[in-house]
């Protein structure tokens, strides 16, 4: 009922965005007599926030078909390198360069789509030969695909370098993690160092990852451990409808994980709409632009299998797992002591609301056998959870920091 709720909902703001965009439009049209009256433009910029805050989404494009390179400008396109039901490997192919360090930037499953790091990997295609997993959303994976759980989620990520190795004919590809997938990036880490895996990753860099969520908890920790497993399981999975591939599957909804965020600074996001509105009332549509094309990707959100959502939720958040020796992949003990050769670099903003001071630094600490000369920690002062990978403080301040370490890693 859940989701066929959301459904109806969605329908109803649907048509309301679109009857808002055409009223703005109309009041913005310079052809229009009306809009020099008194208060057109005011009403005019309220009905185009509305439109463009109900307005329906789907997966946004990377649009990254160019970089710079040595100051010459080199044409991109994107490749898949790799199919499977619940992700793909992509690859960001630089027409006419050859070399450079491989680099598997694992997006978070987290409600969002591999977009949300469109300024991650645009920051680091001058340097390096860029990958990224580009997560399905699960609403749009049939039932027959079967499940797909934390354990799938390493599987997927070991098939995958070693997918890069294979192409390449060698391994040493360099792993950067946003946020959640540090714990199963860390896993796979593990897993194939423990196995002496040709195409284990030079370097694994964390940023603002939920590796001990006990350091510094923050509003997220607190939700995850304040209540019992079961009730998660029984008040925010849905079924998707029948009007999706997906029908009949079992789903942590992505406008949920939105909902949550959005109320968690409710305030700040009632700012920049206001921010918004005063900048179209002003004709300033340069810094207009700047919120919708944030909130443009911010708003486009996907599901996640419900199972891949509950595991998460009692390993990482309730039990720990990974800090405690417990985690398991398998059946199969992790052991972060098995990391003896990959360089280890965590990241976090000092202003992180997501995941706390020290959350990701463990990682270094559990990794026992690898020498300390292979490890590094940054804090990105005056960040929040989403400057660490995106804007002016990734681009001039942290990424410098990550090249520089998968360099003296290569």
Excluded at 367 to 391: C, V
Aim: charged share 20%; aromatic share 10%.
């Amino acid at each position: 009922m859940l989701y066929d709720a959301y459904e109806f909902q969605r329908s109803m703001m649907s048509g309301a965005s679109k009857l808002a965009s055409f009223g703005a439009e109309m009041l913005n049209n310079p052809a229009n007599p009306f809009a020099y009256l008194g208060g057109g433009a005011v009403i005019g910029s309220a009905l185009e926030v509305f439109a463009h805050a109900n307005a329906t989404r789907g997966k946004p494009a990377f649009g990254l078909d160019r970089t710079v390179i040595d100051g010459r400008e080199v044409a991109v396109r994107e490749e898949i390198v790799l199919r499977k039901d619940f992700g793909q490997l992509k690859r960001f192919v630089r027409d006419g360069v050859e070399g450079g360090p491989k680099l598997l930037i694992v997006a978070p499953m987290s409600g969002h789509y591999a977009t949300l790091l469109r300024g991650t990997v645009e920051r680091m295609l001058p340097f390096a030969d860029v990958y990224i997993t580009d997560w399905r959303d699960a609403r749009s994976v049939p039932l027959s695909a079967g499940r797909f759980d934390l354990d799938d989620y390493v599987d997927y990520l070991i098939a995958f370098l070693e997918q890069i190795g294979a192409n390449e004919g060698q391994g040493g590809t360099h792993m950067l993690a946003v946020c959640q997938p540090s714990v199963p990036c860390y896993a796979a880490a593990a897993l194939m160092s423990a196995d002496k895996n040709p195409c284990r990753p030079k370097t694994l860099t964390m940023m603002g990852g939920p590796v001990d969520t006990r350091e510094a908890p923050t509003a997220v920790n607190t939700l995850a451990t304040e209540r019992p497993h079961a009730w998660f399981e029984q008040n925010v999975i849905a079924t998707v409808p029948g009007n999706y591939p997906g029908a009949g599957r079992k789903v942590y909804p992505g406008f949920l994980q939105l909902a949550g965020f959005m109320s968690m600074n409710l305030g700040n996001h009632m700012v920049s709409h206001w921010e918004m509105y005063k900048h179209l009332v002003q004709g300033d549509d340069a810094s207009a632009s700047q919120s919708q094309d944030f909130y443009e990707e911010y708003r486009s959100v996907c599901d996640m299998t419900a199972e891949f959502y509950l595991q998460t939720i009692d390993v990482v958040f309730q039990t720990h797992a990974l800090p405690r020796g417990i985690l398991t992949h398998r059946g199969r003990l992790v052991d972060p002591a098995a990391i003896t050769d990959i360089g280890l670099l965590a990241i976090e903003g000092e202003r992180d609301d997501i995941s706390g001071l020290g959350q990701t630094k463990a990682a270094l600490t559990l990794a026992t056998a690898l020498p300390d000369a292979k490890k590094r920690y940054l804090i990105a002062e005056g960040a929040g959870h989403y400057g660490i990978f995106n804007g002016s403080r990734w681009r001039d301040k942290i990424a410098p920091v990550v090249e520089e370490f998968i360099t003296a890693n290569g």
